[in-house]
C-alpha cells in the first residue's frame, strides 16, 4: 500500500493527484468506510477541512475504458477508468489509499476499501482494484504524461522553431539543443512504437486506433499555461509542502524550474532591453503565432512582454528536459515488472471486493509473452541518458561549444552561473535523498537536453 501510494507523488505519473474538498457525487464514499480505514480517532470531515484528502481520477480514459481489446491469441484485454482516494494520517506525513472505486458509475462499480492479509475475504479483492489502478496509470502515463504532454507538444514548438527562427536568432539558438532529436524519436514511436501491431498495440488494452486517438485527443487538449508547474500543482491544490509533505516530484521539480527560469532571464536579457523589443521582433512574432495557429496549442500566450517571453521559453526547457525526465526514466525502475504496473488487465471488473483468490488476481495479470515485451521496450526507453541539461555543444564532431557570444559563455556570465545552479541543485536533492526514500528521477546530472529516446 505504501508503494502502491508512493507512485501518485514519485512515481511515471505524479501530475493526477488532487487535493479534494468534497467527495465527488459519483465516488460513493462516506464517513463510515472513511473510520473502517482510518480509525475512529479520525472523521472524513475533518480530513477534508486539513487538507487530508487526495484524489485520482481517470476518467479521460473512458474512451478505452469502453472498448476491450484482442491479442494475437484471442484473449480479451480491458482498459479501465477507475478513482482512488487517499489520506494522510493525522500527524502523518505520506499518502496512503483508502478507497478505490474501479469505474466512474457508482451504481455499477462497488467501492473497494483497503485491506490488510488479516482480513483474508477483502485482501485479494484489494489487491485486484490495486492492479486495476495501475493498469490505468500505465495507460495514462504513456499515452497522455509521456507521449501527448512532452513528445508531442515539444514537436510543434521544434517545428515552429526552425520554420520561422533565423539560424542567429538568439532564441533559435537558445531552444535548438533542447530540441535535438525530437522529431526523430518521434517518427521512429508513430512507426514502430505506437503502431499496428507494435509494442503498444501488444501491451495495451485498447484497440490500437483507439489508443492512437486518445493520444491526439489529449495532446489537443493540452493547455501550455495551465500545465506551467506552479499553476499546475495551484490547480490541483498540492503547491503547499504544510498540506501534503511528502512530494518529491513537486519538491524537486520546483527547483529546477527556478534554475531553468532565471537561466532564460539572464539570456534574454542580453538581447531585449524592454518589451516593446520583444513585440518589434517579426520573426519571434511569427514563431508565436505559428504555434496557435498551426502548433495547435491551447493556453499559449501571445509574446506581448519581455516577462511573458521568459515564462514561455521556460516552459518549453522545462518540458523538454525535466519533465520528460520525470516522466521517461521511472519506466526502467518502476514500469518493467508487469505485475507491479501494465497498459492492460486481462479480466473484467470485479462486482464485489468479498471472496477473492491469489488465482483471481492473477488472472488480470498480463500473460509471460507481453511482459517480457514490457520488460524489453520500458527498459530500453528508460536508460538512454544523453547530454546533461547545462552541457551546450554542437552535434559535429569536434562537438563544439554551441553558444559563440561571448556575453554568454564568459567566466560568471549566463551559462557559468546556469551550470553552477545546477551543481547546487544537485548537492540539494541529494542531501534531500538521504533522509527520504530516494527520489532521482529530477536529478540535473540525469536530465537530457532533449527529447530523444
Given at each position: 500500500?505504501?508503494?502502491?501510494?508512493?507512485?501518485?507523488?514519485?512515481?511515471?505519473?505524479?501530475?493526477?493527484?488532487?487535493?479534494?474538498?468534497?467527495?465527488?457525487?459519483?465516488?460513493?464514499?462516506?464517513?463510515?468506510?472513511?473510520?473502517?480505514?482510518?480509525?475512529?480517532?479520525?472523521?472524513?470531515?475533518?480530513?477534508?477541512?486539513?487538507?487530508?484528502?487526495?484524489?485520482?481520477?481517470?476518467?479521460?480514459?473512458?474512451?478505452?475504458?469502453?472498448?476491450?481489446?484482442?491479442?494475437?491469441?484471442?484473449?480479451?484485454?480491458?482498459?479501465?477508468?477507475?478513482?482512488?482516494?487517499?489520506?494522510?494520517?493525522?500527524?502523518?506525513?505520506?499518502?496512503?489509499?483508502?478507497?478505490?472505486?474501479?469505474?466512474?458509475?457508482?451504481?455499477?462499480?462497488?467501492?473497494?476499501?483497503?485491506?490488510?492479509?488479516?482480513?483474508?475475504?477483502?485482501?485479494?479483492?484489494?489487491?485486484?482494484?490495486?492492479?486495476?489502478?495501475?493498469?490505468?496509470?500505465?495507460?495514462?502515463?504513456?499515452?497522455?504524461?509521456?507521449?501527448?504532454?512532452?513528445?508531442?507538444?515539444?514537436?510543434?514548438?521544434?517545428?515552429?522553431?526552425?520554420?520561422?527562427?533565423?539560424?542567429?536568432?538568439?532564441?533559435?539558438?537558445?531552444?535548438?539543443?533542447?530540441?535535438?532529436?525530437?522529431?526523430?524519436?518521434?517518427?521512429?514511436?508513430?512507426?514502430?512504437?505506437?503502431?499496428?501491431?507494435?509494442?503498444?498495440?501488444?501491451?495495451?488494452?485498447?484497440?490500437?486506433?483507439?489508443?492512437?486517438?486518445?493520444?491526439?485527443?489529449?495532446?489537443?487538449?493540452?493547455?501550455?499555461?495551465?500545465?506551467?508547474?506552479?499553476?499546475?500543482?495551484?490547480?490541483?491544490?498540492?503547491?503547499?509542502?504544510?498540506?501534503?509533505?511528502?512530494?518529491?516530484?513537486?519538491?524537486?521539480?520546483?527547483?529546477?524550474?527556478?534554475?531553468?527560469?532565471?537561466?532564460?532571464?539572464?539570456?534574454?536579457?542580453?538581447?531585449?532591453?524592454?518589451?516593446?523589443?520583444?513585440?518589434?521582433?517579426?520573426?519571434?512574432?511569427?514563431?508565436?503565432?505559428?504555434?496557435?495557429?498551426?502548433?495547435?496549442?491551447?493556453?499559449?500566450?501571445?509574446?506581448?512582454?519581455?516577462?511573458?517571453?521568459?515564462?514561455?521559453?521556460?516552459?518549453?526547457?522545462?518540458?523538454?528536459?525535466a519533465q520528460h525526465a520525470a516522466?521517461?526514466?521511472?519506466?526502467?525502475?518502476?514500469?518493467?515488472?508487469?505485475?507491479?504496473?501494465?497498459?492492460?488487465?486481462?479480466?473484467?471488473?470485479?462486482?464485489?471486493?468479498?471472496?477473492?483468490?491469489?488465482?483471481?488476481?492473477?488472472?488480470?495479470?498480463?500473460?509471460?509473452?507481453?511482459?517480457?515485451?514490457?520488460?524489453?521496450?520500458?527498459?530500453?526507453?528508460g536508460s538512454v541518458h544523453y547530454?546533461?541539461?547545462?552541457?551546450?555543444?554542437?552535434?559535429?564532431?569536434?562537438?563544439?561549444?554551441?553558444?559563440?557570444?561571448?556575453?554568454?559563455?564568459?567566466?560568471?556570465?549566463?551559462?557559468?552561473?546556469?551550470?553552477?545552479?545546477?551543481?547546487?541543485?544537485?548537492?540539494?536533492?541529494?542531501?534531500?535523498?538521504?533522509?527520504?526514500?530516494?527520489?532521482?528521477?529530477?536529478?540535473?546530472?540525469?536530465?537530457?537536453?532533449?527529447?530523444?529516446?
Open positions: 500500500d505504501e508503494s502502491f501510494a508512493r507512485y501518485r507523488v514519485a512515481g511515471p505519473n505524479p501530475m493526477l493527484i488532487q487535493k479534494l474538498t468534497e467527495i465527488p457525487a459519483n465516488f460513493a464514499f462516506n464517513n463510515q468506510q472513511y473510520q473502517q480505514v482510518m480509525g475512529q480517532q479520525d472523521n472524513l470531515n475533518l480530513a477534508l477541512a486539513e487538507s487530508r484528502i487526495y484524489f485520482i481520477d481517470y476518467k479521460e480514459l473512458s474512451l478505452l475504458a469502453d472498448h476491450t481489446g484482442q491479442s494475437s491469441q484471442g484473449q480479451t484485454k480491458y482498459v479501465y477508468a477507475p478513482m482512488a482516494l487517499f489520506a494522510i494520517p493525522q500527524g502523518g506525513k505520506s499518502l496512503m489509499p483508502v478507497a478505490i472505486q474501479c469505474g466512474q458509475d457508482h451504481n455499477q462499480y462497488p467501492l473497494f476499501l483497503q485491506a490488510d492479509s488479516k482480513q483474508p475475504l477483502a485482501w485479494w479483492g484489494w489487491q485486484i482494484a490495486k492492479t486495476i489502478v495501475q493498469v490505468a496509470e500505465g495507460n495514462y502515463h504513456e499515452l497522455f504524461v509521456h507521449l501527448a504532454r512532452t513528445h508531442l507538444v515539444l514537436e510543434a514548438f521544434t517545428i515552429a522553431t526552425h520554420r520561422h527562427l533565423a539560424e542567429c536568432h538568439p532564441v533559435n539558438i537558445l531552444l535548438l539543443p533542447h530540441c535535438e532529436g525530437t522529431l526523430f524519436i518521434n517518427n521512429a514511436a508513430a512507426n514502430s512504437l505506437i503502431a499496428p501491431n507494435g509494442p503498444i498495440d501488444h501491451i495495451f488494452g485498447a484497440p490500437i486506433a483507439l489508443t492512437q486517438q486518445a493520444a491526439g485527443l489529449d495532446r489537443l487538449a493540452f493547455n501550455f499555461s495551465e500545465n506551467m508547474l506552479i499553476n499546475d500543482l495551484k490547480r490541483r491544490g498540492v503547491a503547499n509542502p504544510d498540506c501534503l509533505p511528502d512530494y518529491p516530484y513537486r519538491d524537486d521539480a520546483l527547483l529546477i524550474w527556478a534554475t531553468i527560469e532565471q537561466w532564460v532571464k539572464n539570456y534574454i536579457d542580453l538581447y531585449y532591453q524592454s518589451s516593446e523589443d520583444v513585440i518589434n521582433d517579426s520573426e519571434l512574432q511569427a514563431w508565436a503565432n505559428s504555434i496557435i495557429t498551426d502548433g495547435k496549442i491551447q493556453g499559449f500566450m501571445p509574446i506581448n512582454h519581455k516577462d511573458v517571453l521568459i515564462e514561455t521559453l521556460t516552459m518549453i526547457i522545462f518540458t523538454a528536459s516522466v521517461n526514466f521511472p519506466q526502467k525502475p518502476l514500469m518493467t515488472y508487469a505485475p507491479a504496473i501494465s497498459g492492460a488487465g486481462w479480466q473484467a471488473c470485479p462486482t464485489t471486493q468479498i471472496g477473492h483468490t491469489q488465482a483471481d488476481w492473477q488472472k488480470f495479470l498480463p500473460p509471460i509473452e507481453q511482459s517480457f515485451e514490457q520488460l524489453n521496450i520500458l527498459y530500453l526507453l547530454r546533461p541539461l547545462g552541457d551546450y555543444r554542437s552535434n559535429h564532431f569536434p562537438y563544439l561549444a554551441w553558444f559563440e557570444d561571448d556575453r554568454v559563455t564568459e567566466d560568471n556570465g549566463p551559462l557559468a552561473e546556469f551550470r553552477q545552479a545546477l551543481i547546487d541543485v544537485e548537492a540539494i536533492i541529494n542531501a534531500r535523498n538521504s533522509e527520504r526514500i530516494s527520489y532521482n528521477f529530477l536529478l540535473p546530472s540525469q536530465i537530457p537536453t532533449s527529447i530523444n529516446i
